[in-house]
């Protein structure tokens, strides 16, 4: 295990807005929620919760059998897309039966807890990665399956209009012919397609994106498994709802269809409310309390069953795993459905904090709460009420972070069930609601080892949508206590009645609290996102400074700027300095130490990423080490080139140098002499080299940069030997020089001026800086990058490379990349490429964002 040694850290400054991409989907979808709850209520006017309970009493158990029948017929269908869909995109990577568990433990998990980015394509990547399945294919995995959902959806709607149009909206009005032909048109189409699979392998090409489609056996089989998907699916609610109240199946499968997608499209997680709104409207049944229970009946079958089922299966696995006897096709598919646990232990979690939420909502039972009052004192009660609905809404947040594998969700969310099931008890005697509570606690601590992250960040901090699925969540709940509490005439004074048979009081002052929860997260979401931003000054380990003067490699000395911190080794003989921006660890260069602890560095920093839920980045690597970080995983992208001058070998003979020559001598005309500071007499030094620095970064754009690029810093810069261009006795340019070990290598960090002394400035300083490098016996003059030098930009090449060479050779009016590269090699130097390690996927971009951000000195927090 390594040694991690801390570095002071401030958070400060607003994070600003994220823009109207993010807001704007959000505010549709908790509108589309707002609406479905308030049709439910017109709807469901004249209904009471007696009436619905005795309906769902009263529903057969043939039904409810069938029901489940179906609902087992819908998953095993779901299953078979991923199953078609790796075998399509990436045929032999993941095994049949571990495709289907995971296509159908997944949908069971964003079925129930919406947001199918997280548990839809997320889940899908971490649990098929081990397969070698690269993200771009997974995405094509997703999406087949969508392709083959949609065109059996459209199969349907062809079918309907050839059968029985008249139950749907809009074409109904039309004549029969006209939806005859419509439908057979569409089932023609869809027909022609398949046939034109089957003339050979084919591919979907949208600009660069292309996604290989699946053969017509393949897509034969998807077609006829969306169908039977969507078809079961709708056959579990409609084997539920009373006779004589919806007409064909065929049409009501349609309808089914549409209410699904607008609950997709709402912000409440499973489309709670919207979808049932949809289906009544569109049915045109309202106050029918038999179809209220039949959608209630729906959601405990279809969607709380298969999550119960998925979260009992895990702990089995669990409990077989931590027994050490698995092996042979086992190990894959337990390897494969672990990724499964964070998210299926989530939405057990969400599902906790709705039933606290739920119950609240609604009248405790007069005969326990007479009991309870003889036991508990009354504030007792209404603070357990209090209590319980803080509870509820906390575990609806912490959720987001079991989903992330954080260790501090994890034990809050523990503690909060443990409290919720006593506050159930002390308000109500609802003991069933605790038992649930309890059992979902110690389901939390079988899987103890899927969360194992601990992010030193806010590991509760919510995204824009997370927070709108909370708050949709919220808005049901208080729509069921109005609900309940219809009959009870509202008065000021009932804020204030504080008694055992005041339910609806008590339900009033929960809602408050509940929703002046969500309104203080939601602040601190808009308002106090906060930013990291390390401390310059902070304290450097004191074992730092002898391992990079023993280090050949001069960038190791960036580790003394005191704004990174330090992974150790065991035997702190070396170190990874990294620093954090957005949700990356960005390690700078390569392990800095003895060859032998550079790999196990390299793999801890890795660990460390991992366990604090953050993205793993090595900035500026050298090609040596590649294979050491492609076996973690990793990508690498090329930045550029260093350009380093073979110091025995240069000279300024030759026409090569005539340029250089020519600067050296116009330099002794105008003045100007070479000498090198001791670090020992720098200080005294130090104002008349802060002047020159302030006036050379007033003709720069920006201001000092970080992280890879020196500062001015005085104590940093009391470390080295100051190379210095004097002009009448006074300074008017310097370098700090790095020194390698062994003398491998010679450079220089901060290099400043001032403006209009010469135009030979620079090329004066940088030849006697190498003739002095070559004078002590130094191997390497480093004369730093050359950004995005050297990037190919051929049909074959990666899109990283192309979009670079096109930016360097598009750029150089904004960037000088030419001119850069133009004076470095005025110097006859070695080029050799430099990388960024980082995950692959869509993961690269926000890795990008975020070294460009630390390096600007400004590095930010992801959501």
Known sequence: MSVEADVTETATGPRSGRGWKTWVPVGIGLAISVVAFATLHTMMSSLSLGEIHAAVAGVPTSALVLAIFFTMVSFAAVSLYDVVAVETIAPGRVSRPVAAVVGAAGYAISNALGFPLLTGGALRYHAYKSGGIELADIGRIVGTSWFALWFALAIMLGVALMVDPSGIPLLKDLDHRVDLVLGIVIVALVGLFVLWLSRGAREVRIGRFHMALPSHRGALVQLVAGIVDVGAAAAVLYVLMPPGTVGSFLLFSLVFAVATVVGVASSAPGGLGAFEATLLVTLGLSDRADVVAALVLYRLIYTILPLVVTVVVLAVIEVVRRRGVVAGPAKELFRAVEPIVPPAVAALTFGGGLVLLASGSLPSVASRIGVLGDIVPLPFI????????????????????????????????????????????????????????????????????????????????????????????????????????????????????????????????????????????????????????????????????????????????????????????????????????????????????????????????????????????????????????????????????????????????????????????????????????????????????????????????????????????????????????????????????????????????????????????????????????????????????????????????????????????????????????????????????????????????KCLVDVTALISGRPKQDP
Not at 584 to 603: H, K, Q, R, T
Not at 657 to 686: C, D, P, W, Y
């Open 382 to 845: 209404e603070m357990s009420q209090l209590a319980a609905s803080f509870v509820g809404v906390a575990l609806l947040i912490v959720a987001r972070g079991l989903a992330k594998r954080l260790w501090r969700a994890w034990v809050v969310s523990l503690g909060l069930l443990l409290a919720g099931a006593v506050f159930a008890m002390f308000r109500g005697l609802d003991w069933e609601e605790a038992v649930l509570l309890v059992i979902q606690a110690t389901l939390l601590l079988g899987f103890r080892r899927a969360f194992y992250r601990r992010s030193v960040l806010n590991p509760f901090a919510l995204t824009w949508s997370w927070l709108a699925a909370v708050l949709a969540t919220v808005m049901a709940s208080i729509w069921l206590g109005f609900f309940a509490y219809r009959h009870v005439e509202y008065a000021n004074t009932m804020w204030w009645d504080f008694a055992l048979n005041a339910d609806a009081p008590r339900f009033l002052r929960a809602s408050v609290v509940a929703v002046a929860i969500v309104a203080a997260v939601g602040l601190d979401v808009a308002i106090h996102r906060r930013t990291e931003k390390l401390h310059r000054a902070s304290a450097i380990p004191p074992e730092v400074a002898p391992i990079v003067a023993a280090s050949p490699s001069t960038d190791a000395w960036l580790a003394l700027l005191g704004d990174k911190r330090f992974l150790f080794s065991p035997d702190r003989r070396g170190f990874v300095m990294y620093a954090r921006s957005g949700g990356s660890l960005i390690a700078l260069g390569e392990p800095v130490g003895p060859p032998d602890v550079v790999s196990e560095l390299a793999w801890s920093f890795r660990d460390l990423a991992d366990r604090q839920a953050e993205r793993p980045v090595f900035y500026q690597v050298g090609p040596e080490s590649l294979p050491l970080f492609l076996d973690m995983g990793l990508s690498a992208l090329k930045l550029g080139e260093v350009a380093r001058v073979d110091l025995p070998a240069f000279k300024l003979e030759g026409q090569k140098m005539q340029n250089l020559r020519t600067a050296m001598r116009r330099a002794e005309r105008e003045g100007l002499s070479f000498e090198i500071i001791g670090a020992e007499q720098v200080k005294a030094e130090m104002a008349e080299l802060r002047a020159v620095s302030d006036a050379w970064l007033e003709n720069k754009a920006g201001s000092e940069k970080g992280f890879s690029l020196g500062y001015f810093d005085e104590a940093y810069l009391s470390h080295f030997d100051m190379a210095v261009m004097r002009k009448d006795g006074a300074i008017v340019a310097f370098a700090n020089l790095w020194r390698g070990a062994n003398k491998e290598e010679l450079s220089i960090d901060l290099m400043r001026f001032l403006p209009d002394v010469s135009r030979v400035l620079m090329d004066a300083l940088f030849a006697k800086l190498l003739l002095h490098g070559k004078e002590e016996g130094y191997r390497w003059f480093n004369l730093g990058a050359a950004p995005l030098s050297g990037l190919v930009d051929r049909r074959g090449a990666s899109r990283w490379n192309r979009f670079g060479s096109f930016l360097y050779r598009r750029g150089g009016n904004f960037y000088h990349f030419d001119g850069l590269k133009g004076f470095k090699q005025k110097f006859n130097p070695v080029w050799t490429p430099h990388y960024l390690i980082c995950p692959g996927g869509f993961d690269t971009a």
